[in-house]
Antibody, heavy 116, light 113 residues
Framework: ELQLVGSGGGLVKPGESLRVSCEAS????????MNWVRQAPGQGLEWVAY????????YYADSMKGRITISRDDARNSLHLQMNSLRVEDTAVYFC?????????WGQGIQVTVSS | DIVMTQSPDSLAVSLGERATINCKSS????????????LVWYQQKPGQPPKLLIY???TRAAGVPDRFSGSGSGTDFTLTISSLQAEDVAIYYC?????????FGQGTKLEIK
């Protein structure tokens, strides 16, 4: 069964950092590009970051560029998003998603709350 | 960036009736070299991640009931549910994957009348 299991969310203060992760199973993780998409409370979906196979290409949304780093560990079937200088407006559920190029498999979502 | 605009924002349809959701892109997402439209439709229920329904604008994903269909080309697209079932109550999103940044429509909330 295809599965993406997220971890690492939580409550942080503005300006702090947080790393969220996603562990893949049921498919050959190294063969696929991956993405992060977020959803603020009661809002729509916002693409955040992309990483290609072998990490050769990386792209970020302007809203978070300079504050985030996407990475992958193919040996551990893991995807990561390091988020620094977090803002209240970064409060959202963060989803990892496999790219086909459409996003066919999504993680269950990781809650990140930024509040003082 | 490509702006995706859905209409309506919300929709109430009787059980068994047809539901139609529209999605318009600010520029063509039809790739001329392969004649594919880089558009996908997702369904999202509360507390769940989005679920893939349709890709390449009109290809149903595996396991998606055939009452769901997608159509359109270039800049104008439609998701149709031919006979609404209670389990179809959800928010529906279109998304372009023509180029990064990937962008989503604002969502259409579908309810039972």
């Amino acid at each position: 069964e295809l599965q993406l299991v997220g971890s690492g969310g939580g409550l942080v203060k503005p300006g702090e950092s947080l790393r969220v992760s996603c562990e893949a199973s049921g498919f050959t993780f190294a063969n696929f590009a991956m993405n992060w998409v977020r959803q603020a409370p009661g809002q729509g979906l916002e693409w955040v970051a992309y990483i290609s196979k072998s990490s050769t290409d990386i792209y970020y949304a302007d809203s978070m560029k300079g504050r985030i780093t996407i990475s992958r560990d193919d040996a551990r079937n893991s995807l990561h998003l390091q988020m620094n200088s977090l803002r209240v407006e970064d409060t959202a559920v963060y989803f990892c998603a496999r790219e086909l190029p459409w996003l066919d498999t999504w993680g269950q979502g990781i809650q990140v709350t930024v509040s003082s | 960036d490509i702006v995706m605009t859905q209409s309506p924002d919300s929709l109430a349809v009787s059980l068994g009736e047809r539901a139609t959701i529209n999605c318009k892109s600010s520029q063509s997402i039809l790739y001329s070299s392969n004649n594919y439209n880089y558009l996908v439709w997702y369904q999202q229920k509360p507390g769940q991640p989005p679920k893939l329904l349709i890709y390449w604008a009109s290809t149903r994903a595996a396991g998606v009931p055939d009452r769901f269909s997608g159509s359109g080309s270039g800049t104008d697209f439609t998701l149709t549910i031919s006979s609404l079932q209670a389990e179809d109550v959800a928010i529906y999103y279109c998304q372009q994957y023509y180029y990064i940044p990937y962008t989503f429509g604002q969502g259409t909330k579908l309810e039972i009348k």
